[in-house]
Nanobody, 121 residues
Framework: QVQLVESGGGLVQAGGSLRLSCAAS????????MGWFRQAPGKEREFVAA????????YYVNFVKGRFTISRDNAKNTVYLQMNSLKPEDTAIYYC??????????????WGQGTQVTVSS
């Protein structure tokens, strides 16, 4: 049984920052890639960022490059998403996932319940 619990979401003004955390349990966290997805109202869920289990390979969608940073602490079984220079269009539910690297990208196998991020203009 894999459990992923996100925290750190909330309401922030445009230009502000938030750091999302995801605590993982139930499997060998340190051997799994981890990632974040998001879903905005009325839109499909989309990939945001992922990190290899060693932490040396990072994947980002273009529209967050330079603003968001994914990292992980295997000793704490936690993955983070630092979000800076937030824009109203970043408003979404953010989901933590665990999965695997595949064909130069990332595929999610397990999902958390999500945390709401709202950016006001």
């Amino acid at each position: 049984q894999v459990q992923l619990v996100e925290s750190g979401g909330g309401l922030v003004q445009a230009g502000g920052s938030l750091r999302l955390s995801c605590a993982a349990s139930g499997r060998t966290f340190s051997s799994s890639a981890m990632g974040w997805f998001r879903q905005a109202p009325g839109k499909e869920r989309e990939f945001v960022a992922a990190i290899s289990w060693t932490g040396d390979r990072l994947y980002y969608v273009n529209f967050v490059k330079g603003r968001f940073t994914i990292s992980r602490d295997n000793a704490k079984n936690t993955v983070y998403l630092q979000m800076n220079s937030l824009k109203p269009e970043d408003t979404a539910i953010y989901y933590c996932t665990t999965g695997r690297e595949n064909r130069g990208g990332y595929e999610a196998d397990y999902w958390g319940q999500g945390t709401q991020v709202t950016v006001s203009s």
